[in-house]
Nanobody
Framework: VQLVESGGGLVQAGGSLRLSCVPSVSLFSIEAINWYLQTPGAPRELVASITSGGRINYDDSVKDRFTISRDDAKNTVYLQMNSLKPEDTGVYYC?????????????WGQGTQVTVSS
């Protein structure tokens, strides 16, 4: 599974960005699509996730500001980020989570840089 991300950039605090993630296979064949944030010197942290059944979860730090959604017709998952803060700065990775015979298999995109200036 290959994942192509887009939509990062530079924005002022309080602004908005929308990230996109397009997998090389149908979204219906993927258990979940997750967005992770990585900042320098820190491990990747889960920001938001959406399952093939439409179940959605957010990290507390982004609740009420970020919205994850999927467009099955376009085979795309979006992360709408509003009211951005400088601490949202980092590289955002799209992750596809699959399970096979009890094992989790992860696929990662190349990452997209988001920079929020104060």
């Amino acid at each position: 599974v290959q994942l192509v991300e887009s939509g990062g950039g530079l924005v002022q605090a309080g602004g908005s960005l929308r990230l996109s993630c397009v997998p090389s296979v149908s979204l219906f064949s993927i258990e979940a699509i997750n967005w992770y944030l990585q900042t320098p010197g820190a491990p990747r942290e889960l920001v938001a996730s959406i399952t093939s059944g439409g179940r959605i979860n957010y990290d507390d730090s982004v609740k009420d500001r970020f919205t994850i959604s999927r467009d099955d017709a376009k085979n795309t998952v979006y992360l709408q980020m509003n009211s951005l803060k400088p601490e949202d700065t980092g590289v955002y990775y799209c992750n596809a989570e699959e399970w096979t015979t009890g094992w989790r298999v992860d696929y990662w995109g190349q990452g997209t840089q988001v920079t929020v200036s104060s």
